[in-house]
């Protein structure tokens, strides 16, 4: 294994900070690590955090809308950093039937973010993309070798998630051409972890997977047929590259995800592996499954940043798996008798479109 290069995130010493989406997973992991370390994060999202209280994770919450230019100037006044996590969006289920309201959504808080970034004047400006960005026609072999940074052109995203991701990406670089303005991008690699969403149907595959291991009793639900491959990152490891990214001196978009490919088969045996549930069945219905194969490269991560992600499928999965069971006993106990062994795409919906402009309510 390669050596790492060290890190240690310099000391906020009450520099103020912006974490866009800080209310969602992955934000909210960040702007975490980022208060422990002395910044004075700013959150700013239209929802709460489910699993932590805001003292947890910020010093101050905004609860509003980004697709609003003044929320997002507000929420950058006098920052040193801006991170953007913020993305209306979900797993398969959800991304395949919701374009336009993704599409619309998204490129207004990115859009927005972007600019109240260069107003306040800040240094520098993380964007998180992902790798839904890449070529559709680079992803049809399971066998996939791994998706270097250049495949993303010429340009042929599966679906309008990925192509609002890159549209988005090469705004935030015009933005660092014409601008005293650092901008980071990193492309995720599905992030996993405890503290997500794990039901609904905007759940990723890795929660989806855990939640209908722990409760299935009889057959274990695949859509598709199982032979799609992903690689898989774990939150910490997420977190660390995000930080490495944005302190270092890397001013083209990367890969932020781990190698080690798996089939949804084999991820299944995985999730079904730690209470002993190997022998039930597996049931391959129809479902979304997204592109064939897909795995990071990490060539250029390594690179720019020395390190990659190195936490395993088997040991990441574990903490979520477990995590995720304590959730769904709190349900129970709480009166809860929906069956989670199944998983549900949400349909085409609207409301947060009609809701833009009504400022009794936030989205």
């Not at 912006?18 to 994060?41: D, M, P, Q, T, W």
């Not at 101050?60 to 809308?65: G, S």
């Not at 600019?115 to 992803?139: I, L, P, T």
Request: with cysteine.
């Amino acid at each position: 294994m390669t050596e790492h290069r060290p890190f240690t995130l310099p000391p906020g010493n009450g520099a103020k900070v912006c974490v866009g989406g800080g209310a969602g997973f992955i934000g909210s992991h960040i702007a975490k690590r980022l208060k422990e370390n002395g910044y004075k994060v700013t959150v700013v999202d239209w929802k709460e955090n489910e699993f932590m209280k805001p003292e947890e994770f910020c010093d101050e919450f905004i609860l509003d809308d980004l697709r609003k230019l003044e929320v997002a100037v507000r929420a950058c006044k006098d920052c040193l950093q801006v991170y953007n996590l913020a993305a209306d969006m979900g797993g398969m289920g959800f991304i395949c039937s919701n374009e336009s309201v993704l599409s619309f959504n998204n490129t207004s808080i990115s859009m927005n973010m972007l600019e109240a970034a260069r107003r306040s004047k800040c240094r520098d400006f993380f964007y998180a993309s992902s790798a839904c960005v890449y070529n559709e026609a680079k992803q049809e072999d399971p066998e996939n070798p791994g998706l270097v940074e250049s495949d993303a052109w010429p340009a042929r995203p599966q679906d309008m998630y990925g192509l609002e991701k890159l549209y988005a990406e090469e705004m935030a670089l015009a933005y660092g051409r014409d601008f005293p303005l650092n901008i980071r991008i990193a492309r995720f690699h599905n992030i996993y972890g405890p503290r997500g969403t794990w039901k609904g149907g905007r759940e990723k595959a890795p929660a989806a997977f855990c939640r209908k291991a722990i409760t299935s009793t009889v057959e274990y639900e695949i859509w598709g047929d199982g032979l799609q491959t992903r690689s898989f990152t774990y939150i910490d490891d997420c977190v660390e590259g995000v930080l490495r990214l944005t302190f270092s001196d890397c001013d083209v978009p990367i890969n932020l995800g781990s190698t080690e490919m798996i089939s949804m088969n084999d991820f299944a045996a995985v999730a079904l592996s730690y209470e002993d549930k190997g022998h039930l069945p597996i049931k391959h219905i129809d479902g979304p499954m997204g592109v064939r194969g897909r795995n990071s490269n990490n060539v250029l991560i390594m690179e720019k940043l020395g390190w990659e992600p190195t936490t395993k499928i088997v040991d990441g999965l574990r903490k979520t798996y477990f995590w995720i069971k304590g959730e769904i006993e709190r349900e129970i106990k709480e009166g809860n008798t929906a069956d989670f062994s199944k998983s549900e795409i949400v349909q085409q919906v609207e409301d947060s479109l009609l809701q833009l402009g009504n400022e009794e309510s936030t989205v």
